[in-house]
């Protein structure tokens, strides 16, 4: 079974300035990651992902995520931020194949406020 | 190309009422999700539908939770009788076709169902 932590649950950072929201993923076969972003009172729209190829992958709005196998994480960064950015930013994990390769498993969550 | 519709946007019953949700995916997507999403939690699968047979419901308490797709389009989820901690919102999801090998379809979520059982 894949399981994701996001180390930190609420990260301030004021606007303009660079952000990392951590996540990290435990599996024992290979994975697809997924950065989710969710507006208040809104469904999760999807950021970014990591299927296969260059670790480095870049999504919208200005976001970015690196994969490390030898880590296994999947940090989510973006080097300057947005009041418009203030949302909770979610890690999910999806087995690259095989039985129950469909399902998303997510991270609890990280709450990112931007102060002005 | 409209969004993944759900309606209510938001529900408050007493503990042993019944409620249901409604969710209508995109056109043309045939694999349909439901999840609950419990505040301080990210959201976890509970029933998955491809076309209108079910593929994994293993995560569904099924003494109470029910949910179907008859025509393999519109879906509903139903909570009968409702506890204390079935508070949270319950998003759908949609994807074009799901394929359970080595493909990707990205899921598209709705605006949620925000449940407060009292």
């Known amino acids: 079974a894949q399981s994701v932590t996001q180390l930190d649950s609420q990260v301030p950072v004021f606007e303009e300035a660079p952000v990392e929201l951590r996540c990290n993923y435990s599996?024992?076969?290979?994975?697809?990651l997924f950065w989710y972003v969710q507006y208040p009172n809104q469904g999760l729209q999807l950021l970014l992902k990591?299927?296969?190829?260059?670790?480095l992958v870049k999504g919208i709005n200005g976001f970015e995520a690196e994969f490390n196998k030898s880590q296994t994480s999947f940090h989510l960064r973006k080097p300057s931020v947005h009041i418009s950015d203030t949302a909770e930013y979610f890690c999910?994990?999806?087995?690259?194949?095989?039985?129950?390769?469909?399902?998303?498993?997510f991270g609890k969550g990280t709450k990112l406020s931007v102060i002005p | 190309e409209a969004g993944v519709a759900q309606s209510p946007r938001y529900k408050i019953i007493e503990k042993r009422q019944s409620v249901a949700f409604w969710c209508n995916p995109i056109?043309?997507?045939?694999?349909l999700y439901w999840y609950q999403q419990i505040l301080g939690q990210g959201p976890k699968l509970l029933i998955q539908?491809?076309?209108?047979?079910?593929?994994?419901d293993s995560q569904l308490p099924k003494d109470r939770f029910s949910a179907e797709r008859l025509k393999g389009v519109d879906s509903t989820l139903k909570i009968q009788p409702a506890k204390l901690e079935d508070s949270a919102v319950y998003l759908c999801?949609?994807?074009?076709?799901?394929?359970?090998?080595?493909?990707?379809?990205?899921?598209?979520f709705g605006p949620g169902t925000r449940l407060t059982v009292l």
């Open positions: 999801a949609s994807s074009f076709l799901f394929r359970s090998e080595s493909s990707y379809n990205e899921q598209f």
């Open positions: 599996s024992s076969v290979s994975v697809y």
């Open positions: 990591y299927l296969s190829g260059s670790t």
């Open positions: 999910a994990v999806r087995r690259g194949s095989g039985a129950g390769s469909y399902q998303l498993t």
């Open positions: 056109s043309g997507h045939a694999t």
């Open positions: 539908f491809q076309n209108n047979g079910v593929v994994d």
